[in-house]
């Protein structure tokens, strides 16, 4: 187990009690030599090739004496399923010398399963802890992080959860614009994972009716979509509203998402075309050169306030707000960016632009307004969000995958990933130290804003209790660990972890168009017994590997 972050951790002799209590922990390491049919059994329930998933359970034990310290009891969703029998039967096992990733991948596992609903109309995946009481079947679930739910569901090994959850959403009287969100391009990519197209070509009716609506309420002539920054579920911005670079960026990518899927070619024509004529507004009137960043465009008034309307009279004098906010990198998500434009990524980590100890602020530093005073407990005027730090994530490990020379490297991948760890974590009145995600934090002290708020009101329970409104498997799988999935059966791994950052790690019994994976890697060969090196595995047997952590590529 880990000894700490910053403050203190679990007292070690209440961690030891509790897992020998639970001796199925025990019995089970007790278990691993077992005989060979023993552990084909195991591999058929847990999909596991290399690891032996008992070997985390302790985790979850952990986890439920945490969650009852901090909100007076236990939830296990509303299947009331105990998580650890879930996870077994789902989730791909991470094995890593990190052990804050490891214990970390574990615990966003936890708290997701939290916010799965079997409903008779399938799964639906929540943002806040699931609200039964909403009649319509939402549970009150959200678009704005669903591309994010989708994400990481796409790794779980039954397919319809996922799928499930992309359907509700294309479904007819669901208010999939109530956020903007990039939800064709999130089916796109979940095809990509399990290596079927039939679900996107069985939404693409929907798809095009939603791109549709979407040009209807919130494009203007000039071919820009306009949004207020609260319907990108990212209020009291800086910059405000606007041509954002949020939405115009998920339109291009649900345009290219729609041509890819569609085998009509009058289709792929029209989409594609949407698509390329975004690009170009999105290089010429949403990049600053000035600022070397993509910015907001709003209309100029005397005040420097936003007029906030949907639609620009024409000839309306407009220009860019003039503030770097992390948005900025969302065009990257999608590879829209020309190769010049990568000096945006010099922010990353610049003192007076968004670099803080426990993550990205959503704005920068130099801007005189930045964390400007607000007493609502939602801003994006400089705290660190999961959110933002998901899609700035995402978006570097896009970049980091072009083509050509890069400004940033593996280790500013490993970076912002190491400190969007170190962030998810709370500090409890008996001093406690334990893992927690919720909804903004301040980047330097890494206290939950939100949390706090409701701490001064005497409410230890409140909605940001597990918010599931940012990604971690997915990032962690597609970027550090680096599968980058594919429509055909080639296997690319490319991974951002550096050189000698850790010595081992391995993801195993990872789905993916209809086989399980097994990525390790093992610096002495000691660790998992395959050698030294990168292996990759399909269905348990080896199919490439190197000697030297790189890029490894092989066949389904």
Same mark, same amino acid.
């Given at each position: 187990m880990t000894t700490g972050f910053h403050g203190w951790r679990w007292p070690v002799a209440v961690m030891i009690s509790t897992l020998m209590a639970g001796s199925a922990w025990a019995l089970n390491s007790a278990a691993r030599t077992g005989s060979?049919?023993?552990?084909?059994? @195991?591999?058929?329930?847990?999909?596991?090739?290399?690891?032996? +998933?008992?070997?985390?359970?302790?985790?979850?034990?952990?986890?439920?004496i945490q969650e009852q310290e901090a909100t007076g009891k236990i939830y296990d969703g509303e299947s009331g399923e105990d998580p650890w029998a879930w996870m077994?039967?789902?989730?791909?096992? !991470?094995?890593?010398?990190?052990?804050? /990733?490891?214990?970390?991948?574990? !615990?966003?596992?936890?708290? %997701?399963?939290?916010?799965?609903? @079997?409903? +008779?109309?399938?799964?639906?995946?929540?943002e806040w802890l699931p609200k039964p009481e909403f009649k319509d079947g939402s549970y009150g679930a959200l678009p704005d992080a669903a591309p994010f739910h989708i994400g990481e569901a796409? %790794?779980? #090994?039954?397919?319809?959860?996922? *799928?499930?959850?992309?359907?509700? %959403?294309?479904? @007819?009287?669901?208010?999939? $614009?109530?956020?903007?969100?990039?939800?064709?391009?999130?089916? $796109?990519?979940? &095809?990509?994972?399990?290596?079927?197209?039939?679900l996107g070509v069985s939404l693409l009716p929907?798809?095009?009716?939603?791109?549709?609506a979407w040009e209807t309420t919130q494009q203007d002539a000039n071919g820009l979509f306009?949004?207020?920054?609260?319907?990108?579920a990212m209020e009291k911005s800086i910059s405000g509203d606007g041509y954002r670079p949020t939405l115009n960026s998920y339109m291009y990518a649900d345009a290219r998402a729609i041509a890819e899927l569609s085998t009509d070619a009058a289709v792929k024509a029209e989409f594609n075309s949407k698509a390329d004529k975004l690009h170009e507004l999105i290089e010429t009137k949403l990049? =600053?050169?000035?600022?070397?960043?993509?910015?907001?465009?709003?209309?100029?008034?005397?005040?420097?306030?936003?007029?906030?309307?949907? !639609?620009?009279? +024409?000839?309306?004098?407009?220009?860019?707000?003039?503030? $770097?906010?992390?948005?900025?990198?969302?065009?990257?998500?999608?590879?829209i960016p020309a190769t010049s434009h990568a000096a945006a990524w010099k922010q990353l980590f610049d003192p007076q632009g968004f670099d803080g100890k /426990?993550?990205?602020? &959503?704005?920068?530093? #130099?801007?005189?307004? !930045?964390?400007?005073?607000?007493?609502?407990?939602?801003?994006? =005027?400089?705290?660190?969000?999961? /959110?933002?730090?998901?899609? &700035?994530?995402?978006?570097?490990?896009?970049?980091?995958? *072009?083509?050509?020379?890069?400004?940033?490297?593996?280790?500013?991948?490993?970076?912002?990933?190491?400190?969007?760890?170190?962030?998810?974590?709370?500090?409890l009145k008996s001093g406690h130290v334990i893992d927690w995600i919720d909804e903004d934090l301040d980047a330097d002290t890494d206290e939950w804003i939100a949390k706090d708020l409701l701490l001064a009101k005497n409410k230890q329970v409140g909605r940001g209790n597990y918010y599931n409104h940012s990604g971690f498997a997915d990032p962690l799988i597609t970027g550090l660990i680096g599968l980058r999935p594919r429509a055909d059966n080639r296997v690319v791994i490319h991974p951002l972890l550096p050189a000698g950052a850790w010595s081992y790690f391995a993801v195993d019994g990872l789905p993916y168009h209809g086989h399980l994976l097994t990525v390790l890697w093992d610096a002495t060969g000691t660790r998992y017994g395959k050698g030294k090196g990168m292996v990759l595995m399909v269905d348990g047997k080896r199919v490439a590997g190197r000697k030297d952590l790189g890029p490894l590529e092989g066949e389904l």
């Open positions: 060979e049919s023993e552990k084909s059994g @195991q591999q058929a329930t847990s999909g596991a090739a290399v690891l032996k +998933p008992d070997e985390y359970r302790h985790y979850v034990d952990l986890f439920r077994k039967r789902e989730i791909p096992w !991470f094995d890593s010398s990190d052990k804050k /990733f490891e214990e970390m991948y574990y !615990f966003r596992w936890y708290a %997701w399963k939290k916010h799965l609903v @079997q409903t +008779p109309q399938g799964y639906v995946i929540t796409r %790794w779980l #090994r039954e397919t319809k959860i996922a *799928e499930d959850d992309a359907r509700y %959403w294309f479904s @007819q009287g669901v208010d999939v $614009r109530k956020y903007s969100d990039a939800m064709a391009a999130s089916v $796109r990519d979940l &095809t990509l994972a399990t290596g079927d197209k039939a929907a798809m095009k009716e939603n791109y549709k306009w949004s207020i920054d609260t319907r990108d990049w =600053n050169p000035k600022d070397e960043f993509y910015e907001v465009m709003s209309p100029a008034t005397d005040s420097g306030i936003r007029k906030q309307k949907r !639609f620009v009279d +024409p000839g309306t004098t407009m220009q860019l707000s003039g503030v $770097r906010e992390l948005i900025g990198y969302v065009p990257w998500m999608y590879g /426990f993550g990205a602020t &959503t704005a920068e530093r #130099r801007n005189p307004r !930045f964390r400007f005073a607000s007493s609502d407990q939602c801003t994006w =005027n400089g705290p660190s969000w999961p /959110f933002a730090t998901t899609e &700035t994530l995402l978006a570097l490990a896009a970049y980091e995958n *072009e083509p050509g020379a890069s400004v940033m490297s593996p280790e500013d991948y490993y970076r912002l990933f190491e400190r969007y760890v170190l962030a998810q974590h709370q500090t």
